[in-house]
Antibody, heavy 119, light 105 residues
Framework: VQLQESGPGLVKPSETLSLTCSVSNGSISSYYWNWIRQSPGKGLEWIGYVSDTGRTNYNPSLQSRASISVDTSKNQFSLKLSSVTAADTAVYYC??????????????WGQGTLVTVSS | QMTQSPSSLSASVGDRVTITCQASQDISNVLNWYQQKPGKAPKLLIYGASNLKTGVPSRFGGGGSGTDFTFTITSLQPEDSATYFCQQYDSLPYSFGQGTRLEIK
């Protein structure tokens, strides 16, 4: 399975950040599909996940600004983050959550895409 | 909360290197380790505290359970220069340690 992020690299403050992750060489059915971001100030931060059936879970730190959806017909899932500020500037990764023997891990990851919030 | 230490270290080729990760509560063995090189995404090395991902060199290892975990490289190689992160799967939100930057002398 390979993952590839796409979307604008520059977003204005107060607007909505939108990213898509395309899944190739495998089906989006099964597993949980995640967004994770990395900024110098906050390290790696899990944003949330969506299942192939559309079940979601989010990091409360984002205060309900995040929304993750899945499109199984396109083998894609997407992130929307509303009301962005400079603090949302980060490299955004999509990743698959695999679960076995009672533990889950992120593998594989997309290459990441830098999103800068600036006017 | 995951507390990782040290935040950085420098070691020589052939050295044994150990990184620790401490959880704020008992997380059994649901702890993973990742390697990240500059400009690249993190890569899974160890899952379930001590299970080596297929294809990862055997010089990498992990141990521990409960609140205290270790990540070890038994014979450091030049290509091991990277930042290493721990990550817990015990409870939502999933969280990562702050990272340990490993430099080769």
């Amino acid at each position: 399975v390979q993952l590839q992020e796409s979307g604008p690299g520059l977003v204005k403050p107060s607007e909505t950040l939108s990213l898509t992750c395309s899944v190739s060489n495998g089906s989006i059915s099964s597993y949980y599909w995640n967004w994770i971001r990395q900024s110098p100030g906050k390290g790696l931060e899990w944003i949330g996940y969506v299942s192939d059936t559309g079940r979601t879970n989010y990091n409360p730190s984002l205060q309900s600004r995040a929304s993750i959806s899945v499109d199984t017909s396109k083998n894609q899932f997407s992130l929307k983050l509303s009301s962005v500020t400079a603090a949302d500037t980060a490299v955004y990764y999509c990743a698959s959550l695999r679960v076995a023997i009672g533990v889950g891990w992120f593998d594989p990851w997309g290459q990441g895409t830098l999103v800068t919030v600036s006017s | 909360q995951m507390t990782q230490s040290p935040s950085s270290l420098s070691a020589s080729v052939g050295d044994r290197v150990t990184i620790t990760c401490q959880a704020s509560q008992d997380i059994s063995n649901v702890l993973n380790w990742y390697q990240q090189k500059p400009g690249k995404a993190p890569k899974l090395l160890i899952y379930g505290a001590s299970n080596l991902k297929t294809g990862v060199p055997s010089r990498f290892g992990g141990g521990g359970s409960g609140t205290d975990f270790t990540f070890t490289i038994t014979s450091l190689q030049p290509e091991d220069s990277a930042t290493y992160f721990c990550q817990q799967y015990d409870s939502l939100p999933y969280s990562f340690g702050q990272g340990t930057r490993l430099e080769i002398k």
